[in-house]
């Protein structure tokens, strides 16, 4: 047998039937230790690498070759967390999602206390894509504060920028209503840790509710709070 632990060109093998079969990594080990998976009629060991070209079978069908990216718009409720595991009491944005779609990471983060648009994907060229300062990419909020913005802050924030401990913050302001001034949608091109909250509340505001309705170029449409669509990024 080909030595597949040596070459850079090898693939690991519980990734690639993860992403091939919808499972989480886990679920592909666990058809590995039960001799479920062969590599050119061999029995996988765990911890198995293959090479483009090798023929790979799970209960005795082969597995295609072509990996079948996943992309997903949810609509994210607010007290959701954007991870793996529950934190405290509040439920992860998995337990939104059939189990199949379990195996996909979240394209950036919203925080508990936001909601809106946010991406799952097994893509990971697209997660860098859409989240690398180098890639600019536009996000739009809309955001509602405790009290309302004063003219000169809403000129601070927009034309000024205002100075973080990660530095300076700029956000494009927009009125949402014409007898208040509490309710703004807030244009941003980074995405900087709760930098949208940070921002207001440095000159004394508290964001109540944050919520994300475009992501580069894509919006969240009609999707209800909890609900997904699959998206076609080709």
Known sequence: MTDHHDTSDSIRLNK???LQLGVSRREADELI???????NGNPAPLGARFLPGDTINVSGKPLGDSTAFQYLALNKPVGYVCSRRAQDDNPT???LLPLKYHALK???R?????????FLTNDGDFAYRMTHPKFTKTKVYRVRLD???EPLHQQMISDFGLQLEDGISKLTLQRLSDTERKSWQVTM???RNRQIRRTFGALGYTVKKLHRVQFGNYSLGDIKPGKFEIVDMR
Do not use: N, W
């Open 33 to 39: 230790e039960k001799g479920r998976v062969t590599i």
């Open 110 to 118: 919203l925080d508990k206390d936001s909601s809106g648009l946010i």
């Open 147 to 149: 009290h309302e913005l």
């Open 189 to 191: 091109s980074e995405g």
């Open 93 to 95: 944005i998995y337990e």
């Open 16 to 18: 690639h039937l993860a």
């Open 106 to 108: 979240p394209v950036g």
